[in-house]
DNA sequence: CAGCTTTCTGTAATCGATTACATCAGTCTC
DNA sequence: GAGACTGATGTAATCGATTACAGAAAGCTG
């Protein structure tokens, strides 16, 4: 339409003066009644919109939460910003995403540009360095980097993995194989110690191969665990993509889950449920774990309040389908050929 | 740290006026050399990061461009977003994204609050009204309304369904039935469309069940298949995750596909390839389709000029995997029953 | 009714950048 | 060396809102 409607056309229209207008709008109860209609009458029929950058400037804060993750196509987060962003815009607040491996240098213009007034970090790869030095309040999610000293919110990942080998070990199973995420990655360490310290607790061998979260990943883990000469009998895998390759995978190399290898999985994806066979997998609460790190964040930002310290950690849930089974010992003390 | 740089103070430091600096910033051939250098030293010494929201106001453009999605949760979306993120990025805007049902006053603020300056629009169900007022440029993108009057990208979903035809009807496949997307979706039009006129023209009958894309549309429609006097041997689905839900839910009504029914999805998200059976699916090039709109936007808001009209449509792919077959008349001559 | 509150509204400074215009120094030309 | 021109820099207005402060009007008290 015609050229953008200001505040002054506002007041102008209403017979009033800006400061009125914009009284009216964001502190209703300072402004006398008959006034406040004659310029709410006035803000409709001239079609007003408040600029943005405008307020942003004054008021020095710019109502955004920017959410920083490692790759946006990643289906994980999907879920996990779309509550972030519900909880936002019921909160009056902006979202801007970024990919978080963009480059420090454009991360920094991003963070730094006075857009955002707070951060939701998925990431915990980022320099320390950077990260410290960030002035806006910042909560972690999901993953975490002790170095940034930052609050956050997770499941509890090596727990998570305690939960997967109790699982196994109950039906029988003694030979777990825990194909890991990337080496390098937060999560992948957290739910390989807590893998480790079931297995040595139960004085069995914990057997780890680096894979990723990736189904890539699972499908190449197919091959490695094929090749086993003692074949382990359950597989715990870094994600459940990574459990979709490795189960698909296996199909395709002639073995069968969970006839031949019970598997279980990560995240409890979408999918999960609707896999064939059905997944069993640690659930994480993505929806939850997205509100509640925004509420967090939220509140300390309309509060002008500090985040708080420390992690918040939700206990794992195991979901049981069916691609865990018993372990019964095939062709019972046959050979391995 | 310290309260914020400003541009006042990094002009201190170079002992030049503020024009000086801003000049270097943003159009660095007005300045002298030397004078150059001695503003870049003092920006890099006092950590200067420019203000967004004083830029934006004082250039009258935000530099950000505002994705919005009927449902952000849904993964079909997020590789599109990452990739429109990334030629943003390039670019040098920012990315705003919002649920596009979050109710007409919200987004109605959203979109006029001065933040954007340019819309992608994944949603073809928003009241044309509000949609035609909107004074941004607008590109639609995969959905789109005659109503809104816009130029959009999307691929050819009638031919697409005409090529899901022709890929079953050349296996020998005569009944066959298509789980269509939501009635009122624009989308589930043009497939319907194409699929109608793909089965009159070749003499068969068009059987259309309204289904859904989610997994439980797939599922429920299983259990109205199976329950068909004379089931279809092929299956055209709204969504690979429709394909997901009905090839699961079949499998746990004893059926197998592709041995009792061909299926064949729509998308081809990442799981497709690795389902079991790997799915037979109309490929959607989801980040090629993100960035081209990008671009188009993008290039069209540097450069200040209208963005065209029309409808850029990408010819359908299909991605033969194996949950098609051909159809083998079962107990050849045997009753029904 | 004077004096004091209280309530409402207006004036004008302010946020931090950009940029039109003015100024000034240096170079070139005749 | 005067005048014209070029290039670099500074001054100050400007974007559109918010809000401290001031002032006016109305209400209350004794």
């Known amino acids: 339409m015609s050229p ?3 505040i002054a056309d506002v007041a102008a229209a209403a017979g009033v003066s800006t400061a009125t207008v914009s009284r009216t709008l964001s502190s209703p109860g300072l402004v006398g009644e008959k006034t406040r209609e004659r310029v709410m009458a006035a803000v409709s029929a001239t079609g007003y ?17 920017l959410v920083l993750a490692p790759n946006l196509a990643n289906t994980f987060f999907s879920r996990i910003i779309a509550a972030i962003q519900d909880v936002a815009r019921q909160a009056g607040l902006a979202v ?29 790869a980022l320099p320390p360095d950077m990260v410290r030095n960030w002035t806006l309040p910042v ?16 499941i509890d990942n090596a727990a998570a993995a305690r939960v997967a080998v109790d699982h196994l070990a109950a039906l029988g199973h003694e030979r ?19 893998f480790r310290e079931a297995m040595t607790a139960r004085g069995l061998p914990a057997d780890i191969h680096d894979g990723g979260f990736t189904i890539e990943a699972g499908a190449a883990a197919a091959h490695v665990w094929a090749a ?30 969970p006839r031949d290898v019970s598997v279980i999985g990560f995240d409890d994806v979408d999918f999960a449920g609707h896999f064939i066979p059905p997944l069993t997998t640690i659930h994480q609460p993505r929806a939850r774990l997205g509100r509640q790190a925004a509420e967090r964040l939220v509140s300390a930002l309309l509060e002008d309040a500090p985040l708080g310290e ?28």
Chains 1, 2 share one sequence.
């Open 310 to 337: 420390g992690y918040d950690q939700i206990p794992p849930h195991l979901v049981i389908r069916s691609s865990t089974t018993a372990y019964r010992a095939k062709t019972q003390g046959g050979s391995a050929a």
């Open 228 to 257: 086993m000469a003692d074949r382990p009998t359950a597989v715990f895998t870094a994600s459940d993509e990574c459990a979709f390759g490795f189960i698909s995978e296996c199909y395709r190399l002639g073995f069968e889950v």
């Open 96 to 124: 801007q995403i970024s990919d978080s491996r963009a480059g420090t240098d454009v991360l920094e213009a991003i963070v730094q540009s006075g857009r955002a007034d707070g951060i939701v970090l998925l990431d915990g």
């Open 4 to 6: 953008r409607v200001r």
């Open 139 to 154: 909560i972690q999610l999901c993953e975490w980097n002790d170095g940034y000293a930052l609050p956050g919110l997770r």
């Open 49 to 65: 919109r408040i600029n943005a950058a405008a307020r942003d400037l004054r008021r020095q804060q710019p109502r955004a939460i």
């Open 176 to 194: 777990i194989l825990h194909v890991s995420g990337p080496a390098e990655n937060v999560l992948s360490q957290a739910r390989q110690a807590g």
